[in-house]
């Protein structure tokens, strides 16, 4: 099963997708690292962020996505427009796709038990995917986050 772990920072989303596979993972390869809204964006740039990110979930066969949560306040609140951002995503409804947020203690907790079972630096993945990585290991150990 293929998951998307997802972190929402500013106007961007970054994407990172792990396939696990009778126990093994691997990550496939994604043409896509980040979706971005303008900051300054109209409903339209709200409608083709929520397509693009539809085409690409259905485009890797993608049925779960984990998000990690943000805060809704305090001193690490997310910002208005990851909070659109999030509600698009849970609104896609041209492809079958479940949507999952990650409370950070849950994220945290579930490390603690199972370690990633590779470094970060050894995935050949980019350093601003790391989050969203550990997003996707924690979706994937919750069982695909049903």
């Known amino acids: 099963m293929i998951i998307c772990g997802v972190e929402l920072t500013g106007n961007d989303a970054v994407v990172c997708l792990l396939n696990m596979d009778r126990g ?18 109209s409903r339209e740039d709200l409608k083709r962020f929520q397509a693009a990110f539809s085409a690409l979930m259905a485009e890797y066969g993608v049925t779960t996505v ?7 306040k305090g001193k690490f609140a997310g910002g208005a427009i990851s909070f659109k951002m999030e509600a698009a995503i849970q609104l896609i409804t041209d ?3 479940t949507v999952t947020l990650l409370p950070p203690a849950l994220i945290k907790s579930t490390l603690a038990a199972n370690p990633l079972p590779i470094a970060f630096a050894e ?13 996707a290991y924690v979706g994937q150990l919750q069982g695909g986050c049903s």
């Open 24 to 41: 093994q993972f691997n990550l496939p390869e994604c043409k896509v690292r980040k979706l971005s809204l303008p900051k300054n964006h």
């Open 123 to 135: 995935t050949g993945l980019k350093a601003f995917q790391e989050t969203a990585f550990i997003t």
């Open 66 to 72: 984990a998000i990690k949560e943000r805060m809704p």
């Open 95 to 97: 492809i079958e796709l």
